[in-house]
């Protein structure tokens, strides 16, 4: 890269980093080249295969931890497999959100989980939640950054990731006493970008939700309100998921499970 080059790139990780600290979330229109689509969708299926197998037919509910080291059922249908960067063959500093991730999280960012989510035909819509809880009842920066890169078209009909605009401004139970911390981490019926501002001066945050061309990623502070939506095609949906934290940050009720598949008794 020239100089002209890195001061460009300066500029567009700038601009990125600020629609992610105002909105929560910046949507990155095919930022995951073909050549990375096909590679992490082949680990994925491979990765999901040999999981779903050695579960078979065997019902584990819902949520992280009634689910097990190796498979998540998220909500019915909507399954999170973790996968590791070595299976994917992958280091974070190659990937084209690092230097955003840097931005925010700093140099020393550390990769907390990857895997993917796959949302089954008729899959239904979560619950709105965020993923982590704020950690003071000052608004600071963020603690965690997760980047979705859509293994494949997500048309509107196959559900893509729905965001509340700005609601990493809003989830903050350390500064609103309305909100519940498990209410607002663990999907929950009550939990709405509108319960978000009852009883405030602050406006309903926007929904936004669009189709998605392969490779695309929506990158999003861990505090942001968002769901997956109901997947109403023929075709299972894939999203790729990379998450990062803050050196020293510890929070997880990612994966609470400890016991694994491979233990299984048939
Ligand atoms: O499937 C999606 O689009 C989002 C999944 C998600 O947010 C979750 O399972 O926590």
């Known amino acids: ?20 600290t105002s ?3 910046v949507l990155l229109n095919q930022l995951g080249g073909s050549q990375l689509v096909a590679s992490v969708l082949a680990a994925s299926k491979r990765k999901m295969h040999e999981i779903r197998d050695a579960l078979g037919e065997r019902d584990i509910g819902i949520g992280s931890a009634a689910g ?23 280091r974070d500093c190659d990937l084209p959100w690092w230097s955003l991730i840097a931005t925010m999280l700093g ?11 796959s949302s089954e035909p008729s899959s239904p819509a979560q619950f709105w939640h965020s993923d982590s809880p704020h950690v003071s009842s000052e608004h600071l920066g963020p603690h965690a950054i997760n980047v979705m890169m859509a293994l494949q078209d997500v048309t ?8 509340a605009r700005g609601s990493h401004l809003l989830t903050n139970h350390l500064s609103n006493p309305a909100l519940k911390i498990d209410e607002l981490v663990y999907q929950h019926l009550s939990t709405t970008p ?3 501002v009852k009883g405030t001066d602050h406006h309903e945050p926007e929904c936004a939700a669009e189709s998605l061309a392969a490779g695309t990623c929506l990158i999003f502070d861990d505090r942001l309100l968002h ?3 109901a997947n109403r095609s023929i075709s299972t949906r ?10 020293g940050y510890v929070g997880n009720t990612h994966f609470e499970a400890q016991r694994s598949v491979f233990d299984l008794a048939d």
Request: charge should be negative; charged fraction near 25%.
């Open 156 to 163: 509107m009909e196959m559900g893509p990731t729905e965001c």
């Open 194 to 196: 509108a319960s978000l």
């Open 107 to 117: 140099e020393d960012a550390e990769h907390s989980f990857s895997g993917v989510v």
């Open 23 to 25: 909105n929560g979330f």
């Open 227 to 229: 769901r997956g939506l």
């Open 1 to 20: 890269m020239n100089d002209d080059d890195s001061t460009v790139a300066l500029t567009v990780a700038k601009r990125q980093a600020n629609q992610l």
């Open 238 to 247: 894939h999203m790729a998921y990379f998450s990062y934290r803050k050196k």
């Open 68 to 90: 097990f080291e190796e498979i998540v059922q998220r909500s019915p249908g909507r399954w999170d497999v973790p996968i590791s960067m070595s299976e994917f063959g992958l």
